[in-house]
């Protein structure tokens, strides 16, 4: 990625939840891009608009460092990306344009169905499984819970029948995940839709003037969609 291009770089979820949803609003807002698979750039062919696909968590950290423009990401992993960010002095800000109308989910903790749960002190001194370990500290913290996080990068749902967790932390959208695991969901820790959002840094004219371009058609998008 070019940082001096006059072309607006917007940073999408390469394959996930978000992905499809991503590029259906930027397109229902006149962007035209032809996507090919294994291509992580994508450029606009009506706008000075770039699309850079990427793993979802790597995105507000791309934005806060101003790599790229824009970014479509849940708020879920902008503010674990955030709370990492502050721990270890990175620059964490960034410019929230818009709540945008999917990606609806909940972090939760959810525990095995056999096990009985009277709440969340019953989680103290025991290993909670997370990719948002940040998240999930924050919470237990204010709750004066102090259990372990063992990290994992997925498959964190296995994590119990595993034996490497008593509990898990992640995302739950249908539950369905939960369900197919014998696992409850019992404390919701965040709730989550995905946003708009813009690096820290003043963009330039030409930019800008994209932006400007862009926040009202989305605006008209989802008042349509409501
Ligand atoms: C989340 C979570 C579960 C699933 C839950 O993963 O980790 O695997 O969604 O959804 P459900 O309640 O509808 O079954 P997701 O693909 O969103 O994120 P990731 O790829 O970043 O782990
Ligand atoms: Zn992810
Ligand atoms: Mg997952």
Avoid: W
Wanted: glycine share 8%; proline share 4%; charged share 25%.
């Amino acid at each position: 990625v070019d940082k001096n291009s006059q072309r607006l770089t917007i940073a999408i979820q390469k394959s996930g939840r978000l992905s499809k949803e991503s590029i259906a609003l930027l397109q229902a807002c006149g962007f035209k891009f032809s996507l090919h698979e294994a291509r992580l750039l994508a450029h606009s062919s009506n706008q000075p608009v770039d699309l850079l696909r990427v793993r979802d968590d790597d995105i507000p950290g791309l934005v806060m460092d101003g790599v790229v423009d824009l970014g479509l990401v849940g708020e879920n992993v902008l503010e674990e990306v955030r709370l990492e960010r502050q721990a270890t002095q990175l620059a964490c800000k960034v410019q929230r344009l818009r709540a945008l109308d999917f990606g609806q989910c909940r972090l939760s903790i959810a525990v095995p169905k056999e096990e009985a749960y009277g709440g969340i002190q019953d989680l103290d001194g025991k290993r909670i499984a997370t990719t948002y370990p940040y998240l999930l500290q924050n919470y237990l913290q204010q709750r004066g819970v102090s259990a372990n996080n063992a990290i994992l990068t997925g498959s964190v749902e296995v994590a119990p029948r595993a034996g490497l967790a008593d509990a898990i932390c992640d995302l739950v959208s249908t539950g369905a995940t939960l369900e197919a695991n014998g696992l409850v969901e019992k404390e919701v820790i965040f709730r989550s839709q995905a946003q708009l959002i813009q690096r820290p840094e003043p963009l330039s004219a030409a930019k800008q003037a994209i932006v400007d371009q862009l926040l009202p058609r989305i605006d008209g998008v989802q008042m349509a969609r409501e």
